[in-house]
């Protein structure tokens, strides 16, 4: 299984940047997504997470209402809308994929490399 994601950069405070993570080497639509951040010094943290069907979407309270997680079972691909950004949202975004509870670290068993979003205030 391999995951890429890709999207990151550099935005000022309020912006907007969209995260992708395209999914090969097994059935996408049988797995739930989720992404999970790591800023530097602090452990990884989840961010939101996406039923395999796409019915159900879990968010971590820092980023209700402003980051949105949408996935494309015919292209096997992800997404992260994360809109209102602030500076607090600098880390490292994962993409994960596997199945449990959503917003556990262990629910996931194979992780992307990472993109880097850098928020300036």
């Known amino acids: 299984v391999q995951l890429q994601a890709s999207g990151g950069g550099l935005v000022q405070a309020g912006g907007s940047l969209r995260l992708s993570c395209a999914a090969s080497?097994?059935?996408?639509?049988?797995?739930?997504m989720g992404w999970f951040r790591q800023a530097p010094g602090k452990e990884r943290e989840f961010v939101a997470a996406i039923h395999w069907s796409g019915s159900t979407t879990v968010y971590a309270d820092s980023v209700k209402g402003r980051f949105t997680i949408s996935r494309d079972n015919a292209k096997n691909a992800v997404f992260l809308q994360m809109n209102s950004l602030k500076p607090e949202d600098t880390a490292v975004y994962f993409c994960?994929?596997?199945?449990?509870?959503?917003?556990?670290?262990?629910?996931?068993?194979?992780w992307g490399q990472g993109t880097l979003v850098t928020v300036s205030s």
């Open positions: 994960a994929q596997g199945m449990g509870v959503m917003d556990l670290y262990d629910s996931y068993d194979y």
């Open positions: 080497g097994r059935t996408f639509s049988d797995y739930n």
